[in-house]
């Protein structure tokens, strides 16, 4: 399936909110903590569009990823697929364009149960710390 990549407008932030509620709901409201507001009001409280990319598929929105820059490391975040596209390689084929583009330690967090976590593991990400909501994840440099 053909997908791309394009730059995020402040604009953009109440469209990848909405998806951000859609997509967490589930592995949310197993853990317990799912908050309608607070699902979508943390996303554009943190929302920095110059860190974020729009993933269109066909030309349509289906989805974003952040990639903040820290010293040492990069940290993906908000990485949102639209339930319609998951499941079809997109996510895979996106991460590896991601993680080719970045040097040193990547670092993520996914919530516990999430099947996310699987797609990190097959990219190499190994678990250094849990609670009982979130798992913090890390790629080491390729050497």
Same mark, same amino acid.
Request: hydrophobic share 40%; proline share 5%; net charge positive.
């Given at each position: 399936?053909?997908?791309?990549?394009?730059?995020?407008?402040?604009?953009?932030?109440?469209?990848?909110?909405?998806?951000?509620?859609?997509?967490?709901?589930?592995? *949310?409201? @197993? %853990?317990?903590?799912?908050?309608?507001?607070? &699902? !979508?009001?943390?996303?554009?409280? /943190?929302?920095?569009?110059?860190?974020?990319?729009?993933?269109?598929?066909?030309?349509?929105?289906?989805?974003?990823?952040?990639?903040?820059?820290?010293?040492?490391?990069?940290?993906?975040?908000?990485?949102?697929?639209?339930?319609?596209?998951?499941?079809?390689?997109?996510?895979?084929?996106? *991460?590896? @364009? %991601?993680?080719?583009?970045?040097?040193?330690? &990547? !670092?993520?967090?996914?919530?516990? /149960?999430?099947?996310?976590?699987?797609?990190?593991?097959?990219?190499?990400?190994?678990?250094?710390?849990?609670?009982?909501?979130?798992?913090?994840?890390?790629?080491?440099?390729?050497?």
């Amino acid at each position: 399936m053909r997908w791309s990549l394009r730059s995020a407008a402040r604009a953009d932030v109440e469209q990848i909110a909405e998806l951000r509620a859609v997509v967490l709901r589930p592995d *949310l409201e @197993r %853990l317990g903590r799912y908050d309608e507001v607070r &699902v !979508r009001q943390r996303f554009r409280a /943190g929302f920095v569009p110059e860190h974020t990319r729009v993933i269109e598929v066909r030309g349509e929105f289906a989805g974003s990823v952040t990639v903040r820059p820290g010293p040492g490391e990069t940290w993906l975040e908000h990485f949102y697929l639209a339930p319609v596209v998951q499941g079809q390689g997109i996510g895979s084929a996106i *991460l590896t @364009r %991601l993680l080719g583009e970045t040097s040193g330690e &990547v !670092r993520l967090n996914v919530l516990q /149960g999430s099947p996310a976590r699987r797609l990190y593991e097959r990219h190499g990400f190994t678990t250094y710390a849990e609670d009982a909501v979130d798992v913090w994840m890390l790629r080491a440099p390729l050497a």
